[in-house]
């Protein structure tokens, strides 16, 4: 009988030492989800994912997807978060859906290359360059001088700030409609269309084409615009 009562009493103790294990790797579950720093709308945009994997929410605690069951699947980014993630580091994960909606998630943008059409984006540049031509002499010599004024430090926010102070200084209707045109336009994709100036655009394929790398820079953007332009 003594028997018995000491099995219970131990039994007991690993039930409730089972209990309080189980209570600790919850709260510390919880206590390593990531936290949303920051967040902003993206401009929709094709994406591949070469790796990684797509999660249910920014806490980053449940893995919906592999990527690499879907290495040939185009993405479609809505969103962008900043997370601080369980070891402290700090990334930014996108909020991504393929194209019927169905395999959805959050997924560190490193692990994405964006994919681009290259005769789309010639047919862009050429709107924006038609639209600078346009404009009124002074206005034109304007946007002129901005984007000499872009080096190799410039980032894209940098010439959009140029734009906007520019278009805020103006009283002429039709240009600032045209500005507001080129604004939209560059800021949607500015990287991209920077990458291929960089890349030379004539040399490209005129295929879709997938960038790994897009930097903030717009030196080579505004360079080939001034030459299109002159």
Known sequence: MKHIIAKLWVLGL??????????????SAKSTAAKVVSTQSLTKAPYRAVSGYLYSSTTLQKKVHNADNYPLTTFYTYKSATLQRANGNKAVYYYVKNGNGKVKGWIW???LVRLININQQRKQLNQIIGLIDTLSTDNKNNVISILKLMDKQSTLPDLLTQLTNLKNSITNNPDII??????????SDGQTLNYLFSEGINKLDPK???IHNLNNQVFALAQGLLDRIN
């Open 109 to 111: 943008s490193g692990h």
């Open 14 to 27: 690993a039930m409730l030492f089972g209990i309080g294990l189980s209570q600790s790797n919850t709260v």
């Open 208 to 210: 879709v084409v997938a």
């Open 178 to 187: 045209k500005l507001n045109q080129i604004f939209e336009m560059i800021k």
